[in-house]
């Protein structure tokens, strides 16, 4: 079958080694992915427990469709307590890596403990070890890739691992897979670090069994079909995620120079297409895609130049160190973007840590000298570059930053509404003015302010799922914002349960749990596919209330509430009239957080035991 039921469970204090075996109907409530991890670490996760103590777990699950010919689903999900934020931490992504697991026989891997020294854990199929590491530790992700690779003797294994940056606790670390993809946000490379655990190898050489053919190869012709019929998967493919860059310029989903600009006459320059007239060499695929919205450029000489061909910066990277500092110097952005990538830093908490400190030296809270001797002027990458090391290392300035905006702001004694975060993270680059329901999916997100959570800006821009109630909505309106964010965040949490990426945009959801049927065996249709992601949802919060989750921290700060010129013409979120609908929506208690006794067991989610 396409899930192979097994988990592999390590504890790097004592070396040892299973394999738990996972009831079937565990995926028939929370399909695999990012579902299945919140179930298991649903009941270990406790507000006593720190991030990066040897005792807390860490978990890295492939989807339920991971590893198939499904088109788009090649991801995987690292969960853990967030060093970032102390409530759930998720990040997810491409590439290859999540596939060659399930090759390997494994829907994931359950890891406790720590290691007394540097570690690996490699998986050739059953073949599994924790080996030394030593030689590995200080090194960049792509050497380490390199290096694994190698020694495995085999350009088909595939590595995730940390940088310099997980290495020391960065709280806002990335894993890097294949040559650039990145789990980047949340922190789960300093999670990584904490337990000495620098990669992961994994090769797998078996071939996953489809457990209705037709269904299943029904089902993936028909998304593929819509997938090359699709405007944005083709704008996508012409021209990366930096494709959407000019189109967000001009409506003011891209605000400029730490959120307080709404135009900038330099965002052409760092738009999809002057990369694609300039930099860019060739596009990037995840396994089973046929879009491609990666990039690989080249700068060729001058003092940005790239050790030859590299991953570019995506959409997030160019606002977060192009748009955010007021820098149109592309070559400049994707030496920013190579730096992040090698040392293991999500590119949207790092560049944004950097544009606070531009920002407050800018308002006179950060003198040159405090900055190390950098002068931080707006539009000049160069003090950004070194800071980009400087945080990896927590060296200079990069002490503080590197504990992401809300610590620092708090050393730097900065006010709170100065700082661009909710919920502890750093939010990324699509304006809760510009699509006011955005505000909606920050406040509520079970990770922190993410825009991947419910991807509220692009089905407001016209990527329903009508047959699931989710409609488009006036991106200025706010009436049907809390029903639309809700239903959308539960959808997202399939997609990040069966691995698919989120830039797919299905005719009904009834396709999805056609692919989910046809791989797995297990029945599921839109209505029940969606509950499980109703209960995915509604386990995020258990979670999080259990980790000392407060709804008095749903609210957005000071400076994403001053109206801006440009596209969002003004217009800011009433973010409290939403957040009230939306409680009432998901039948949660809008005081506590807490979800209604009925909702509780209509999900099944009383008494939930340990699974592994
Ligand atoms: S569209 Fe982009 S992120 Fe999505 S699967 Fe393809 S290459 Fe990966």
């Known amino acids: 079958m396409a899930i192979t039921g097994k988990i592999l469970k390590v504890d790097l204090t004592t070396r040892s080694l299973d394999i738990v075996h996972l009831d079937k109907n565990l995926y028939k409530q929370y399909i695999g992915g990012a579902g299945l991890a919140t179930r298991i670490l649903y009941p270990l996760l406790e507000a006593s427990m720190e991030p990066l103590s040897p005792g807390a777990p860490l978990v890295f699950m492939a989807g339920a469709l991971a590893g198939t010919n499904a088109p788009n689903c090649g991801r995987h999900v690292i969960c853990a307590r967030s060093p970032l934020t102390g409530i759930w931490g998720e990040s997810n992504s491409g590439g290859f890596w999540g596939a060659e697991l399930k090759r390997a026989g494994l829907d994931g891997i359950f890891l406790t403990g720590k290691s007394e020294t540097p570690c690996y854990l490699s998986i050739l199929d059953e073949d599994v070890e924790i080996r030394d590491a030593g030689e590995l530790w200080g090194k960049t992700t792509s050497k380490t890739e390199q290096v694994l690779k190698a020694q495995a003797g085999d350009d088909k294994t595939r590595v995730a691992s940390i940088g310099p940056a997980g290495e020391h606790l960065v709280s806002y670390a990335a894993v890097i897979n294949d040559e650039g993809r990145a789990a980047g946000r949340t922190g789960m490379g300093a999670v990584m670090g904490s337990k000495n655990l620098k990669a992961v190898a994994v090769r797998g050489t078996k071939k996953l069994q489809i457990a209705d053919r037709g269904k299943f190869d029904t089902a993936r012709k028909q998304l593929l079909e819509e997938i090359g019929r699709n405007f944005t998967n083709n704008m996508f493919k012409e021209l990366g995620t930096a494709g959407y860059l000019d189109m967000a310029a001009i409506t003011g989903d891209l605000s400029f120079k730490y959120f307080t600009q709404g135009t900038w006459d330099g965002s052409y320059d760092i738009s999809g297409s002057s990369m694609s007239e300039t930099i860019l060499k060739k596009n990037k695929y995840c396994r089973q895609c046929t879009i491609g919205c990666g990039r690989i450029v080249e700068v060729e000489g001058g003092k940005y130049e790239t050790p030859g061909q590299v991953d570019g910066p995506e959409y997030e990277t160019l606002g977060s160190f192009g748009a955010s500092i007021l820098c149109n110097n592309l070559e400049g952005i994707a030496k920013a973007n190579y730096l992040c990538n090698e040392l293991g830093l999500d590119t949207i908490s790092c560049g944004i840590a950097i544009a606070f400190a531009y920002y407050l030296q800018d308002k006179g809270m950060l003198s040159k000298k405090d900055a190390g001797g950098l002068e931080l002027k707006w539009g000049d990458i160069d003090p950004a570059l070194v800071l980009i090391k400087q945080i990896a290392y927590r060296e200079g300035l990069g002490r503080i930053l590197a504990n992401g905006i809300v610590a620092a702001g708090k050393e730097l004694g900065v006010p709170k509404d100065e700082i661009a975060a909710v919920n502890g993270m750093a939010v990324p680059f699509h304006e809760p003015r510009a699509y006011l329901g955005s505000a909606l999916e920050y406040a509520t997100s079970h990770r922190g302010a993410c825009h991947q959570t419910a991807q509220y800006y692009l089905t407001s821009m016209g990527a329903p799922f009508d047959d699931v109630g989710i409609h488009c909505i006036d991106r200025f309106e706010e009436e049907g914002v809390a029903a639309c964010v809700a239903r959308l965040q539960d959808l997202r949490a399939v997609f990040q349960s069966l691995s698919m990426c989120n830039f797919i945009v299905p005719s009904t959801i009834d396709l999805v749990a056609d692919l989910f049927e046809g791989a797995t065996g297990i029945q599921m249709d839109a209505k029940s596919i969606m509950k499980c992601g109703t209960r995915i949802m ?60 009925e909702k509780i067991k209509d999900l099944d989610l009383e008494a939930l035991g340990s699974v592994v």
Do not use: C, M
Not at 552 to 557: D, M, T, V
Not at 573 to 579: I, S, T, V
């Open 538 to 597: 509604t386990l995020h919060r258990l979670v999080n209330l259990n980790l000392g989750y407060e709804t008095a921290e749903e609210k957005l700060p000071g400076i994403l509430l001053e109206p801006l010129d440009g596209g969002t013409e003004g217009h800011v979120p009433n973010l409290e009239r939403q957040l009230e609908d939306y409680y009432t929506f998901r039948d949660w208690d809008r005081r506590t957080g807490i979800p209604s006794r």
